[in-house]
T-cell receptor, first 113, second 115 residues
Framework: DSGVTQTPKHLITATGQRVTLRCSPRSGDLSVYWYQQSLDQGLQFLIQYYNGEERAKGNILERFSAQQFPDLHSELNLSSLELGDSALYFC????????????FGPGTRLLVL | AQSVTQLDSHVSVSEGTPVLLRCNYSSSYSPSLFWYVQHPNKGLQLLLKYTSAATLVKGINGFEAEFKKSETSFHLTKPSAHMSDAAEYFCVVSGRTGTASKLTFGTGTRLQVTL
């Protein structure tokens, strides 16, 4: 158990809908990262927040957004969902930045029908 | 720009034999390099990381990797495979583009361990 929690574990929704994925980092970690893992794209870094502020951006679509709250939990919002958004979404946390060890949550499996 | 190439998408070894998972990287800056493992239906777990200290890095579960700048490689090895090592392994490079850090994952190598 990494100490990073993600909810929900599974999510099934329809195209055009909006969903919110939630992540709670390990106690004491200030950075939260979001990743998308799909069969065709592999594992891709989406975005990083550090202590409430956006720190780095990867291949995140404009339809997607994230935020980190004062209690350091984070939410990833996915809107206008398309079939291709079906994937496993991971959250990770670390004490500081990228060179530090990231601890991954178990992921949220999203299926868009 | 940075990139990482995992040279084998699938590796099969017998239990008790050595493991070699190959990774080449490209980075404009001095990179930090990682190997992560993902067991089926699980999140990723860090095996080891290189951050410009010793070039031979020892990780968990008997794995180690050697950073070779001249060959731009960071291959993962283990002297003796165990059935529990069967998983997907990702080589990852971290670097900076301007003021922003960026993390790039390889496409993964699936390790199969047979009796």
């Amino acid at each position: 158990d990494s100490g990073v929690t993600q909810t929900p574990k599974h999510l099934i929704t329809a195209t055009g809908q909006r969903v919110t994925l939630r992540c709670s980092p390990r106690s004491g970690d200030l950075s939260v990262y979001w990743y998308q893992q799909s069969l065709d794209q592999g594992l891709q870094f989406l975005i990083q927040y550090y202590n409430g502020e956006e720190r780095a951006k990867g291949n995140i679509l404009e339809r997607f957004s994230a935020q980190q709250f004062p209690d350091l939990h984070s939410e990833l919002n996915l809107s206008s969902l398309e079939l291709g958004d079906s994937a496993l979404y991971f959250c990770a946390s670390s004490v500081g930045g990228f060179v530090e060890t990231q601890y991954f949550g178990p992921g949220t499996r999203l299926l868009v029908l | 720009a940075q990139s990482v190439t995992q040279l084998d998408s699938h590796v099969s070894v017998s239990e008790g034999t050595p493991v070699l998972l190959r990774c080449n990287y490209s980075s404009s800056y001095s990179p930090s390099l990682f190997w992560y493992v993902q067991h089926p239906n699980k999140g990723l777990q860090l095996l080891l990381k290189y951050t410009s200290a010793a070039t031979l890095v020892k990780g968990i579960n008997g794995f180690e990797a050697e950073f070779k700048k001249s060959e731009t490689s960071f291959h993962l090895t283990k002297p003796s495979a165990h059935m529990s090592d069967a998983a997907e392994y990702f080589c990852v490079v971290s670097g900076r583009t301007g003021t922003a850090s960026k993390l790039t994952f390889g496409t993964g190598t699936r390790l199969q361990v047979t009796l």
